[in-house]
C-alpha cells in the first residue's frame, strides 16, 4: 500500500517561496514517476509538474516554468515543490501523486496541502 503525505502548504505574499513535501510510505520512489498537481477554486485538477526520480528528469507546466522546481532526496523517500516568485493565480490545494513506471496514469494520491498566496 503506497501511501503519500504532503505538508507545507500555507498563506503567504505575492512574490514569496514556499517549499512543499510529499512523504512517501509503502515502496521506494525510485522506482515511480512522481508529480504535484494542483485544483483552484471552481477549476478543474491540473498538472503542476513531475519528475521520473531514477534519473530525476522533470517535466513542468508553462505556468511554473523558471519559478517551481522539484526534486527528490531517496533518503528520506520524500518529494520537494520548490514555488518561488508566488501569483495569487497559483493559489489550489496542491496534490501530490505517484505512478509507477509502466503506468499510464497516478495510481496513487495525496490528501493535498492548501496553498495562498495573497496580492
Known amino acids: 500500500q503506497v501511501q503519500l503525505a504532503e505538508s507545507g502548504g500555507g498563506l503567504v505574499q505575492a512574490g514569496a517561496s514556499l517549499r512543499l513535501s510529499c512523504t512517501v510510505s509503502?515502496?521506494?520512489?525510485?522506482?515511480?514517476?512522481m508529480g504535484w498537481f494542483r485544483q483552484a477554486p471552481g477549476k478543474e485538477r491540473e498538472f503542476v509538474v513531475s519528475i521520473r526520480c531514477s534519473d530525476g528528469v522533470p517535466s513542468y507546466a508553462d505556468s511554473v516554468k523558471g519559478r517551481f522546481t522539484i526534486s527528490r532526496d531517496f533518503a528520506k523517500n520524500t518529494v520537494y515543490l520548490q514555488m518561488n516568485s508566488l501569483k495569487p493565480e497559483d493559489t489550489a490545494v496542491y496534490f501530490c501523486?505517484?505512478?509507477?513506471?509502466?503506468?499510464?496514469?497516478?495510481?496513487?494520491w495525496g490528501q493535498g496541502t492548501h496553498v495562498t498566496v495573497s496580492s
Open positions: 509503502g515502496r521506494t520512489i525510485s522506482n515511480y514517476f
Open positions: 501523486a505517484a505512478r509507477q513506471l509502466t503506468a499510464s496514469s497516478f495510481d496513487y
